[in-house]
């Protein structure tokens, strides 16, 4: 499985659809994944999964303004390409299970 890392510019409908049903009162400390970067930076996010990845979306008053005002039947006006700007981290916990 896969591991990304995503800017709230980036986001897809179908991470923002999936980050509001798995939070739809909004999230808390207690959901916030903290991890340093390989800039020795900290780095914020909410992870939300599919079938074939693990999405690690970097927390932002704006991802939260979003996640807050969104409405499944309008389109979400993000970059619906991640790929550019995403970055894939190696899964190490296949080799455990």
């Given at each position: 499985?896969?591991?990304?890392?995503?800017?709230?510019?980036?986001?897809?409908?179908?991470?923002?659809?999936?980050?509001?049903?798995?939070?739809?009162?909004?999230?808390?400390?207690?959901?916030i994944?903290?991890?340093?970067?390989?800039?020795n930076?900290?780095?914020?996010?909410?992870?939300?999964?599919?079938?074939?990845?693990?999405?690690?979306?970097?927390?932002?008053?704006?991802?939260?303004?979003?996640?807050?005002?969104?409405?499944?039947?309008?389109?979400?006006?993000?970059?619906?390409?991640?790929?550019?700007?995403?970055?894939?981290?190696?899964?190490?916990?296949?080799?455990?299970e």
């Amino acid at each position: 499985m896969k591991r990304v890392i995503v800017d709230y510019k980036k986001l897809t409908n179908e991470i923002l659809s999936l980050l509001v049903e798995k939070y739809p009162d909004g999230y808390g400390d207690d959901d916030i994944i903290r991890f340093k970067n390989a800039n020795n930076e900290t780095v914020e996010a909410l992870e939300v999964r599919t079938d074939d990845a693990i999405y690690l979306v970097k927390v932002s008053t704006r991802l939260a303004n979003t996640m807050e005002n969104y409405d499944e039947d309008e389109d979400f006006d993000g970059n619906d390409d991640i790929s550019s700007d995403s970055l894939e981290i190696p899964d190490e916990s296949d080799d455990e299970e």
